[in-house]
């Protein structure tokens, strides 16, 4: 018998059926609760957020850097300009993969560790969405080839800069200084928000001195870009502010002239203005190029500059401390007549050495080795500075006693920084039975004040102190503080003026009297740049020693290696009756006063024989 067939159950089915609606309306209605919820946290939520993301895609804030103001000699010569240069930067968040990026960029044009290493460290100062910069001061063919493999850099962009220059190169570095990229120190101190978008800070001279007068005021701009980077207009902007310019005291073509009369010479040159105080040139030699500096010296370069035994990074002008010779002796011959200790006519014997009573040691002059005795049987104040007789000094700085030979240098800014608006200057040494107690722990004892009456010893001075000193004398009595800057966008700076060195008239025309012998008399020390003449000088020679010479010995220069022979000096001022130029020149290891007469002469030459503006 067949089997009978099943009846259709529709009900049942109807009930599977419904579930089924049932369980996809619930999977349907799940999934919409879950994109509402997605939606809501997108739009409502975190609008803001997104917004913001979005917008910084399209529209960015971009600091707007200011122009480094310019400075300028006295005549309007420009020193130290903005020249306009590329970089490559790059938009961390824009890099697909910033390691990569570094790769091909390195292989397109180069990048070294250092750059890398530099990159990396401003990246961690960088807001984000800003331009870190990565190589500086792109070639023309760098700029070609990043803006050909463009569209394979993302992230990448080549942004214009002005960077600084030193057209004259190493004839100005000691005054000027220079700027270099801010380093992880700087950032400490330094106001960020000053610096948004500048990669550079004054480090030494001029540039550091005023570098919130150069500086100038960042400014910003609202863009909107592409996906790409690209600005495409320019929504908004706060133009920068830029730094002021400075006009120097300082005469370019007298600063040439001060150089090449140094030569090779190691040494230094400062001229002033006895007017006024201003520097009219400031030589230290060696320089260096101060545009080595500016985007980041190597390594190998700086390591040949700091190791270099001739040391080109010293500013032997304000930095630089020597034992000052006997270019004190019209100061202290001043200090001896303002306290009746000698009159110019007070004479002490001569023999070509002198003794301390009770003591044994002779204190030779320096003209025993030549003529095998003194200068003359008997030697007055005027033939002591022309002739610069030490022993007349060994007596007068033995009467003095060390403390009032002290106080009687000070007024004329030994032994303390003059001022000058040029960063590190040092103070010299200027000692005293206080000092040596404080310093050295030990006592004074007479022979030393004996060397110190001749400018040797402890006592140690700058080339810009020994020109302050010349001003001094110049002015009789009354001075300013040496000033390099003269105008701060055309609004003049007044050099302070220093407490006047109070003495009689008849003794400043006595001691001035006996400056010019040194020039102007056949058996004064500088006698031979005397010869023709269109202008008189008060001067003094100086010779220093590095090393010391026993008693018995004799100084011989051949025989001493070239760094350890004596240092020369000059100091003098001009023409004597209205002076104009006040100068200081230092031959280091020149052998002596005959290496730096020659250069001072030169120097007032160019100055003082040409036409002035003022």
Not at 176 to 203: M, S
Not at 387 to 407: P, T
Request: aromatic share 6%.
């Amino acid at each position: 018998m067949a089997p009978r067939e099943a009846i259709r159950d529709t009900g049942r089915e109807a009930e599977i059926h419904r579930g089924r609606v049932l369980t996809a309306s619930v999977i349907v209605l799940l999934a919409l609760s879950v994109l509402f919820y997605r939606y809501y946290g997108l739009q409502i939520d975190n609008y803001q957020q997104f917004l913001t993301q979005s917008e910084r895609n399209r529209v960015r804030l971009e600091a707007l850097p200011p122009t480094r103001g310019l400075i300028f000699d006295r005549n309007g010569q420009l020193l130290a300009s903005n020249e306009p240069s590329q970089l490559l930067a790059v938009v961390v968040e824009r890099a697909d993969d910033l390691s990569i990026l570094l790769d091909r960029i390195e292989s397109l044009i180069g990048l070294d560790a250092e750059e890398r290493a530099r990159f990396q460290e401003r990246r961690r100062r960088s807001r984000p969405y800003d331009a870190v910069p990565l190589k500086l001061r792109l070639s023309d063919e760098e700029t070609a080839v990043i803006g050909v493999h463009r569209h394979t850099l993302p992230g990448a962009t080549i942004e214009a800069q002005l960077t600084r220059a030193y057209p004259h190169g190493d004839l100005l570095s000691h005054v000027l200084g220079y700027v270099g990229r801010i380093n992880q120190q700087e950032t400490l101190r330094i106001a960020e928000d000053r610096y948004r978008g500048t990669f550079h800070i004054g480090k030494v001279g001029l540039e550091k001195y005023y570098e919130d007068v150069l500086l100038g005021r960042v400014g910003n701009q609202n863009i909107e870009a592409n996906a790409h980077g690209r600005v495409l207009r320019v929504l908004d902007q706060e133009a920068p502010l830029p730094g002021k310019d400075l006009k120097l005291h300082l005469d370019l073509e007298l600063q040439r002239v001060a150089a090449a009369a140094l030569g090779e010479q190691r040494g230094a040159v400062v001229a002033l203005d006895p007017r006024n105080g201003g520097v009219l040139a400031l030589v230290s030699k060696p320089g260096f190029d101060g545009n080595l500096f500016v985007n980041g010296i190597s390594a190998k370069a700086y390591s040949e500059l700091r190791d270099s035994p001739d040391t080109p990074l010293l500013n032997r002008a304000i930095q630089g401390q020597y034992p000052p010779g006997s270019t004190v002796k019209p100061m202290l011959a001043l200090a001896g007549l303002e306290l009746g200790l000698i009159t110019p006519e007070t004479t002490v014997k001569d023999p070509g050495w002198y003794q301390i009573p009770g003591d044994s040691r002779r204190y030779r002059d320096w003209i025993l080795r030549i003529r095998g005795t003194g200068h003359a049987p008997e030697v007055d104040m005027r033939m002591a500075i022309a002739e610069s007789c030490d022993v007349y000094y060994y007596d007068l700085a033995r009467n003095l006693g060390i403390d009032r030979l002290s106080e009687g240098l000070a007024p004329y800014g030994f032994g303390q920084v003059t001022g000058i608006d040029i960063t590190s200057e040092q103070r010299g040494i200027l000692p005293s039975r206080a000092w040596k107690r404080e310093k050295l722990d030990q006592p004074w004892y007479p022979g030393e004040t004996l060397s110190v009456g001749i400018g040797q010893g402890y006592m140690l001075a700058t080339p810009l102190q020994l020109a302050q000193a010349a001003m001094v004398v110049a002015n009789r009595g009354f001075a300013y503080s040496p000033t390099v800057v003269s105008r701060v966008d055309g609004e003049a700076r007044v050099s302070p003026r220093r407490e006047q060195v109070v003495a009689s008239p008849a003794h400043w025309s006595a001691v001035i009297a006996a400056m010019m012998d040194v020039v102007h008399n056949p058996a004064g020390t500088a006698s031979a740049i005397g010869k023709d003449l269109a202008y008189t000088i008060a001067g003094k020679t100086g010779t220093s020693q590095v090393i010391g010479i026993a008693q018995d010995a004799v100084y011989d220069e051949e025989n001493i290696n070239a760094r350890h022979r004596n240092h020369g000096w000059f100091m003098a001022f001009a023409p004597v009756d209205s002076p104009r130029i006040a100068i200081a020149v230092l031959a280091e290891n020149g052998g002596g006063s005959s290496a730096a007469y020659p250069v001072a002469r030169a120097v007032m030459d160019a100055w003082l024989m040409r036409d002035q503006d003022g």
